[in-house]
C-alpha cells in the first residue's frame, strides 16, 4: 500500500524559512519523478516545483526561483521543499506527488498519480 505522508508545514512571517517533508513507502521512491503543489481555497492547485528521478533535473515555477529549494533522498524516500524569503502569496496548503513509474518530470497535476494529504503553510506580513 502507497502512502505519502508530508511534515513540516506551519506559520512563518514574511522573510523568514521554513522546510517541508514528504517521506513516501510502498513503492520504488527512485523510479518516481516527485513533484510539490500549492492550492489555495478557492484556486486552482499550482505546479511549485519539481524534481526528476535522479534528482538531476529541477524546475520552479518563476515566482519561487531563487527562493524555493527542491531536493529528494531516494535512499531514504523523501522528498524535501526549503522555503526561504517566504512571501504572503506563498500562504497554500503544499502538496507532494508521485509521477508515473519511469516517467520525466512534469508540471501538469494530471500526470501525479500519488499524492499526499497537504500541509499547510502560512506566511504573516
Known amino acids: 500500500q502507497v502512502q505519502i505522508v508530508e511534515s513540516g508545514g506551519g506559520l512563518v512571517q514574511a522573510g523568514g524559512s521554513l522546510r517541508l517533508w514528504c517521506t513516501a513507502s510502498g513503492l520504488a521512491f527512485s523510479r518516481h519523478p516527485m513533484g510539490w503543489f500549492r492550492q489555495d481555497p478557492g484556486k486552482e492547485r499550482e505546479f511549485v516545483a519539481g524534481i526528476s528521478r535522479t534528482g538531476g533535473q529541477l524546475h520552479y515555477r518563476d515566482s519561487v526561483k531563487g527562493r524555493f529549494t527542491i531536493s529528494r533522498d531516494n535512499g531514504a524516500s523523501t522528498l524535501t521543499l526549503q522555503i526561504n524569503s517566504a512571501k504572503p502569496e506563498d500562504t497554500a496548503v503544499y502538496y507532494c506527488?508521485?509521477?508515473?513509474?519511469?516517467?520525466?518530470?512534469?508540471?501538469?497535476?494530471?500526470?501525479?498519480?500519488?499524492w499526499g494529504q497537504g500541509t499547510q503553510v502560512t506566511v504573516s506580513s
Open positions: 506527488a508521485l509521477g508515473q513509474y519511469n516517467a520525466e518530470m512534469s508540471f501538469q497535476a494530471l500526470d501525479y498519480i500519488y
